[in-house]
Structures are given as structure tokens and as C-alpha cells.
């Protein structure tokens, strides 16, 4: 599975935008970036996934790099409800089923 | 909005027995997943299930661990002699029928812990 490096932990006021950046740099051109996030005492929750284009979603915004090597998680205005470990994964179309979790950004919303 | 849920919450077993941990996963999906994380550690994937067999395993599901889908609805996940390894936060996952790339819905797992 192609890796994936974020920051381990970031921290945001509320109300305010939160960049979450990944770095992909051996993404191969069937790799889609999935994004998820884990609230304290819960399961995995998905939020977005894009191949090439930007993407949006009533949650957020997935920016990608035009060389595909890296991408931004974008929450427009962060809320309490935000904090979150937030997950970046590679998806190979076609490939295996599994989802491969790395650490993720553990991010701090203050009030 | 439908949701993937799982029962117990938490589950208390003495080692060496056996342990069914339940899952009901959303009713039109077709791919079910079981997936473990161990405290303070990473979500770690232990099986896919598709058309009533395993199409995918991990190194951890060995011979101790079995699925099976006995009715149109559940979903169920046996470890035939626990260890007290075994001891984490299972999550049940499934997804819709498509692409591999259709998100995975996750429940809010079964904490176990072996005594």
C-alpha cells in the first residue's frame, strides 16, 4: 500500500478554517485519496475522497496538488464537534478492500 | 440516516473462551468488514466478506477468528479461544454495492476485554 505522512497533531479555533495537509509522494495514477476521521469513542467516519479534481462535500473540501504528490483536507469553519483523528489513505481502484490506517492528525479544536 | 450498529458495547470474557461479537450492517450493503484497534494503537484490518465468503484476510485473522453472515441481516464475528491480546475495540464496517472505492460505514465497535 502506497504511504501516506501527516502531521501527528494540529490544533484550531473554533469557528475558524483548518488546513490538513498529507503527503503522498509514490501515489500512482490509480490511487484515490480517501480521507476519514475517528471522534474520541467512536468508529472510523468517512469524509471525502478525490483522484485528481478538488472535491467537495457537505463535511469538507479535498484539495489535491496537480502532481497528485500531496493533498489538503479542508474544514471551512471548525467546530467543537470537529476534533477528531482525521485519517489520509491511498485506495488503489480495483485493489484490495482493505483500509490501511496510519497514526492520522489528532486535531485540537479550542473554543 | 442508516447506520451500522454493533452489539455488546463491551464485552467481558475470561481467556481461553469464546467470544461472538455482533454486527448489523446497513441493509442494501453487500461488503462487510471487520477491523480491530488495539488501545492506543492504529485501526488495524482483520477481514472482508463479499458474497458469503472471506475474499480478504489479514496476518491477525488466523484460525482462532471466523465470520459468518447467518441471516439476511447479521453479521457476526467468533474468537473461538480468546487470548488476552485479543483484548481491543472491534468495529464492524460495510459498504454499498459499486466501485471499491464507495466510503466504508463503520459502527461504534465492541470494546473486549479478556481477563
Known amino acids: 500500500d502506497a504511504k501516506t505522512t501527516q502531521p501527528n497533531s494540529m490544533e484550531s479555533n473554533e469557528e475558524e478554517p483548518v488546513h490538513l495537509p498529507c503527503n503522498h509522494s509514490t501515489i500512482s495514477g490509480t490511487d484515490y485519496i480517501h480521507w476519514y476521521r475517528q471522534l474520541p469513542s467512536q468508529g472510523p467516519e468517512y469524509v471525502i475522497h478525490g483522484l485528481t479534481s478538488n472535491v467537495n462535500n457537505r463535511m469538507a473540501s479535498l484539495a489535491i496538488a496537480e502532481d497528485r504528490k500531496s493533498s489538503t483536507l479542508i474544514l471551512h469553519r471548525a467546530t467543537l464537534r470537529d476534533a477528531a483523528v482525521y485519517y489520509c489513505i491511498l485506495r488503489t481502484q480495483g485493489g484490495s478492500e482493505k483500509l490501511v490506517f496510519g497514526k492520522g492528525t489528532k486535531l485540537t479544536v479550542n473554543p | 440516516e442508516p447506520e451500522v450498529t454493533q452489539t455488546p458495547s463491551h464485552q467481558v470474557t475470561q481467556m481461553g473462551q469464546e467470544v461472538i461479537l455482533r454486527c448489523v450492517p446497513i441493509s442494501n450493503h453487500l461488503y462487510f468488514y471487520w477491523y480491530r484497534q488495539i488501545l492506543g494503537q492504529k485501526v488495524e484490518f482483520l477481514v472482508s466478506f463479499y458474497n458469503n465468503e472471506i475474499s480478504e484476510k489479514s496476518e491477525i485473522f488466523d484460525d482462532q477468528f471466523s465470520v459468518e453472515r447467518p441471516d439476511g441481516s447479521n453479521f457476526t464475528l467468533k474468537i473461538r479461544s480468546t487470548k488476552l491480546e485479543d483484548s481491543a475495540m472491534y468495529f464492524c464496517?460495510?459498504?454499498?454495492?459499486?466501485?471499491?472505492?464507495?466510503?466504508?460505514?463503520f459502527g461504534d465497535g465492541t470494546r473486549l476485554s479478556i481477563l
Open positions: 464496517a460495510s459498504r454499498e454495492p459499486g466501485n471499491s472505492n464507495q466510503p466504508q460505514h
